[in-house]
């Protein structure tokens, strides 16, 4: 799968509409400390499915939306937007928003999805929130650091197979 483009508005520190294109190869986030870096690794994160907040960097996961600054208010929504092209180059886009009060929702090519439908999406294609393709700051010394089972983790999910276990575990609670 290749992410082609991003859209954020409201994310962080993204609080005014950004789009971004995404290049195929290998690409590189660089500038200034502060200047909003790491949120967009954790955009394309979030878009995926992320639940965790703490990963996020915030205490609850209403903490993505922008809190506001001196000069500007909060906002009362996040969206982020991803369009991928999967590996039979169709295209794929997936929108998750999250509003004050009232969580987050999914769309996939503008269908009403569940979380863990976007979740199986990114892991049929050996993609997704974990991915180790998103090697964010103090990513590499964790898999140093990994125990052997979570080091497996990583590797079911580059394999694509990540996707297998959440089924099964499906199909044993039925
Ligand atoms: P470094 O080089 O230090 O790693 P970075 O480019 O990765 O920096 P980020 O951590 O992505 O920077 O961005 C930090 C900025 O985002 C801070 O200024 C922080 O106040 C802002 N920020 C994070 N969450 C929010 C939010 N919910 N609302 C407004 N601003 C936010
Ligand atoms: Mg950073």
């Not at 909003?36 to 992320?50: P, T």
């Not at 004050?100 to 269908?111: D, H």
């Not at 140093?144 to 297998?164: D, F, N, S, T, V």
């Amino acid at each position: 799968m290749q992410i082609r483009r991003l859209k954020l508005s409201g994310f962080k520190s993204f609080v005014e509409p950004a789009e971004l294109r995404i290049e195929p190869g290998l690409t590189g986030v660089v500038g200034p400390n502060g200047c909003g870096k790491s949120n967009l690794l954790e955009a394309i994160r979030w878009v995926m499915g992320e639940s965790s907040a703490k990963s996020m960097r915030g205490g609850g996961m209403e903490d993505v939306i922008f809190a506001g600054t001196a000069q500007r208010p909060a906002r009362d929504f996040a969206e982020v937007v991803l369009h991928a092209a999967d590996s039979a180059g169709e295209e794929l886009e997936v929108v998750r928003r999250i509003e004050r009060g009232a969580g987050s929702a999914y769309r996939v090519n503008g269908r009403d999805v569940r979380a863990k439908d976007v979740a199986l999406v990114f892991a049929d294609a050996a993609t997704g929130a974990h991915s180790p393709a998103l090697v964010s700051q103090g990513r590499i010394a964790a898999v140093i650091a990994a125990k052997p089972a979570e080091r497996r983790q990583m590797l079911e999910e580059a394999a694509g197979i990540a996707g297998l276990h959440v089924r099964r575990r499906d199909a044993e609670q039925k």
